[in-house]
C-alpha cells in the first residue's frame, strides 16, 4: 500500500490517508478484510505523528470503512455491493470538481463539457504531460 | 502526568521590555508543538523559562509538574534542550564532548549517539572550536536527546542545516517522539519545514498566545476561497462575517474565510460567482493569524 502525502497542501495529513484509504477501497486495491499497516509502522513510514495516523484510522472506523478485529489489527470492512457503488461515485464525483469549475468559468456549455469528458474516457491518455519536469522527482 | 509545561499568567519583564504578557498555556503530552511566531515574539523566553535558565517575573510556569525554580536533577535529567545559540566547551572534541555530557546521565544512549553522528555525518574527531555553525547544532541536537528525555524543547534547531540534514534531523525527532513518546517543543521560522512533523501549534505574537490548537483543527478552520465572476459583479468589500481577507477586483477575488456548513452556495448565488475553496498552507495561515488577534485589538 503506497500514500503520497503531500504536507504542503495544506490538508491535513490525517485527511490525506482518509482519502487515499477510501479511493483504493474503492478502487479494489484494499479489498474486503484487508489487514492495515499498524499505526507505529505506517508513522515510521510515512515520517508522521502516530497521532495523525491513529486520528485518520479511527475516523474511517467511526465512518463504518474500517473494523477493527480481534487483537489489534484494523481491517478494511465488508461492503454490500451497492454501497461500493456509490463510494466509486463519490470518488469521481469529488475529482471531477475543478473540472467543473472550470468549464463554468470559462463559459463552455455542459453540452461541449461532456463531449470533452466523453473523448478523454475514450482517448488513451495524452502523454504531453509526463514530457513536463516533474517538480517532485527532481526533488528527490 | 499533567501537560508537561503549564504556565499561569507567566509574565517575564527585561527592563522597561516585556516579552511575556501573562501566558496561560498547556503544552499537550506526546505531541509535537511548533512554537510559531515573528522576531521578538517571546518564543525563545518561553522555551528559556521552561527550562529553568531564566526566572518567571511573575506568575508560574511548571516543567515536567515541577515548578521551574525547583527544578533538580529528577526533573533535568527528563528534559532536552537545544538553545538557539549553541554553549558548547570549544577546546573538546566532539567524541570529548559527548563522553562529557554522558557522564551525568545514567541512562545515556550510546547506540544512539553513534546513529545520529552517522546519520548526521559529524566527524567526531574534530574540535568543538573548529566546528562550522551546522555542525554545532548537530552536536546540540545529538547532545539534547541521548538520555532518552521526555520532554524536548528546540531554539531554532534546523536554522542552519543543509536540506539534506534537517530533513534526516526531523525524521529522527519523530522517531524519538515514537520510541519514548517524548512531547516536542520546536521554535522556527522555516515553516515549510515545520508542517511536515507538527501537530500542535501555539502561535506567539508581541508576549501573547494568539493560537494554542492541533494543527488539523486549524487547517480546517481556515481556507482560501478564488471567486470569480465572469460578469464583474463582485464587491469591493465583502459584508460577510466569515471573510477575513480580501484582494482582487470585480472580475476575480482571492479571499480568506472561516468555511463553514452551506455557507458556499448563498454566497455564489448572491454574487452569480464561481467559488473554488482551498485549503491554506501553513505560511499563509501563520501571518492570517497574527493579524486577526492584532485587528481584534
Known amino acids: 500500500m503506497l500514500f503520497v502525502i503531500d504536507h504542503h497542501s495544506g490538508v491535513p495529513s490525517y485527511r490525506q490517508i482518509m482519502d487515499q484509504i477510501k479511493f483504493q477501497i474503492a478502487s479494489g486495491a484494499l479489498a474486503a478484510n484487508a489487514e492495515l499497516p499498524s499505526t507505529r509502522a505506517l508513522s515510521a513510514k510515512l515520517s508522521l505523528n502516530q497521532m495523525t495516523i491513529s486520528k485518520a484510522y479511527s475516523l474511517l472506523e467511526r465512518d463504518g470503512v474500517l473494523e477493527r478485529r480481534r487483537g489489534q489489527t484494523l481491517v478494511v470492512r465488508a461492503l454490500a455491493e451497492g454501497a461500493l457503488t456509490i463510494t466509486k461515485i463519490d470518488q469521481l464525483r469529488q475529482s471531477l470538481v ?43 | 502526568m499533567n501537560s508537561p509545561i503549564a504556565t499561569k499568567r507567566l509574565t517575564k519583564t527585561y527592563g522597561p521590555h516585556t516579552a511575556l504578557r501573562s ?3 498547556d503544552i499537550p503530552t506526546g505531541r509535537v508543538v511548533g512554537l510559531l511566531g515573528r522576531n521578538g515574539a517571546g518564543k525563545t523566553t518561553l522555551l528559556n523559562i521552561a527550562c529553568g535558565l531564566v526566572l518567571p517575573t511573575e506568575g508560574s510556569c511548571e516543567t515536567l509538574g515541577m515548578p521551574v525554580k525547583d527544578l533538580d536533577s529528577a ?16 577546546w573538546m572534541k566532539v567524541q570529548q564532548h559527548l563522553a562529557f555530557n554522558a557522564a551525568f546521565y545514567p541512562r545515556w544512549d550510546a547506540v544512539r549517539e553513534l546513529h545520529l553522528l552517522k546519520e548526521l555525518e559529524l566527524p567526531h574527531d574534530r574540535k568543538i572550536g573548529q566546528l562550522s555553525t551546522g555542525d554545532r547544532q548537530k552536536l546540540s ?13 528546540l531554539d ?25 513518546n517524548c512531547t516536542v517543543v520546536i521554535s522556527s521560522h522555516i515553516l515549510t519545514d ?51 481577507t480580501h484582494e482582487g477586483d470585480a472580475h476575480q477575488a482571492r479571499l480568506q474565510v472561516r468555511p463553514g456548513q452551506g455557507i458556499e452556495q448563498p454566497f455564489s448565488a448572491r454574487y452569480c460567482a464561481e467559488v473554488v475553496s482551498r485549503p491554506l498552507t501553513l505560511e499563509q495561515l501563520f501571518p492570517l493569524l497574527i493579524n486577526q488577534r492584532r485587528n481584534q485589538r
Open chain 2, 141 to 153: 541536537i545529538i547532545l539534547s536527546v541521548c538520555h532518552h528525555p521526555s520532554l524536548l524543547l
Open chain 2, 23 to 25: 501566558i496561560d498555556l
Open chain 2, 194 to 244: 515545520l508542517e511536515k512533523i507538527i501537530d500542535w501549534v501555539v502561535c506567539l505574537d508581541r508576549g501573547e498566545v494568539v493560537m494554542s490548537a492541533a494543527l488539523d483543527v486549524i487547517q480546517e478552520s481556515y481556507a482560501e476561497w478564488i471567486v470569480t465572476s465572469p460578469k464583474g459583479s463582485l464587491p469591493g468589500q465583502f459584508s460577510e462575517a466569515f471573510v477575513l
Open chain 2, 156 to 180: 531554532e534547531p534546523a536554522s542552519a542545516l543543509d536540506p539534506i540534514v534537517r530533513g534526516r534531523m526531523l525524521d529522527f525527532l519523530l522517531s524519538v517522539v515514537r520510541e519514548d
Open chain 1, 98 to 140: 475543478a473540472g467543473a469549475s472550470a468549464a463554468r468559468q470559462l463559459g463552455i456549455p455542459p453540452g461541449e463539457a461532456l463531449r470533452v469528458f466523453r473523448d478523454m474516457l475514450n482517448e488513451p491518455k495524452d502523454t504531453r504531460i509526463h514530457e513536463l519536469p516533474h517538480r517532485h522527482q527532481a526533488a528527490h
Open chain 2, 75 to 90: 526533573e533535568l535529567k527528563q528534559l532536552g534542550m537545544v538553545p538557539q545559540e549553541s554553549r558548547l566547551i570549544e
